[in-house]
């Protein structure tokens, strides 16, 4: 039913900022939760950030509090991930979901192909 496509991964120098964006259709966007995953060579997906349909309640992972920043635009059905302060540890292909909101995070039901993040020191 949903499509999402990621787009704005890239190489960059720590202490940068990158935008990824994340473009769903096929589905009413506004009826989704949103958020983003991120999974590092060697190690299991891990959940990063969450939004709620309205954008009102927001989810981080602690290790992100304070340097990334999630965001929606039901208007041009795309969610937004600012990452400001980037560390090596970030470096991860990262995966936008939509799904549910669990009052905690996200259970995604439909996932992106992944954005490649590299942070280098």
């Known amino acids: 039913q949903v499509q999402l496509v990621e787009s704005g991964g890239g190489l960059v120098q720590a202490g940068s900022s990158l935008r990824l964006s994340c473009a769903a259709s096929?589905?009413?966007?506004?009826?989704?939760?949103m958020g983003w995953f991120r999974q590092a060579p060697g190690k299991e997906r891990e959940f990063v950030v969450a939004i709620s349909r309205s954008g009102t309640r927001k989810y981080y992972e602690d290790s992100v509090k304070g340097r990334f920043t999630i965001s929606r635009d039901n208007a041009k059905n795309t969610v937004y991930l600012q990452m400001n302060s980037l560390k090596p540890e970030d470096t991860a292909v990262y995966y936008c979901a939509a799904g549910r909101d669990t009052g905690v995070g996200l259970l995604g039901d439909y996932w992106g192909r992944g954005t490649q993040v590299t942070v280098s020191s």
């Open positions: 096929g589905g009413m966007f506004s009826s989704y939760a």
